[in-house]
């Protein structure tokens, strides 16, 4: 019985003599400092204007048409150059939407947006190089 009521003393110093030395290390030298957040790149937004595409079935028949309104988001210091280069990146959608089918709805009418915005993105890398576009956002988009 008494070597029980040793150990568990002994158990209870270590334990209150470890945590004060923790504590004592943690107040000394304080906590850790906080991981530095890398810089955030300053975006704007780009209008890529209102675009005319076709919206093309699986089977490659035309649907019909339907307006695109959209935005390119792109780092601020490559605004000028994207700018510049917008015609190109339209051709480049113009000539990529005619082979991609992107009919949804079950008329088939409907543009599905992700393809589409797929389509954009294709064109955006082809155009104005890779990395220049950190992502396509369409604000609108209707039915003719």
């Known amino acids: 019985m008494k070597k029980l009521l040793t150990l568990i003393l002994l158990l209870a110093l270590g334990l209150g003599l470890g945590g004060g030395a923790a504590y004592g290390v943690a107040q000394l030298l304080g906590p850790p400092p906080p991981k530095a957040a890398p810089p ?5 937004f780009i209008s890529a204007g209102t675009l005319l595409a076709p919206i093309v079935a699986t089977d490659g028949r035309l649907s019909g048409y339907a307006n695109f309104e959209v935005q390119l988001e792109v780092s601020a210091d490559k605004q000028a150059e994207v700018t510049e280069k917008i015609p190109l990146l339209l051709h480049a ?3 990529r939407t005619w082979a991609t089918p992107m009919a949804a709805g079950p008329d088939h009418i409907l ?5 589409f915005a ?11 190089g890779k990395n220049m576009v950190h992502r396509v956002i369409i604000t609108s988009a209707k039915p003719t």
């Open 93 to 95: 959608i113009n000539l």
């Open 111 to 115: 543009p599905d947006l992700r393809v």
């Open 40 to 44: 955030k790149a300053e975006t704007v």
């Open 118 to 128: 797929a389509v954009v993105n294709g064109a955006a890398i082809e155009s104005l």
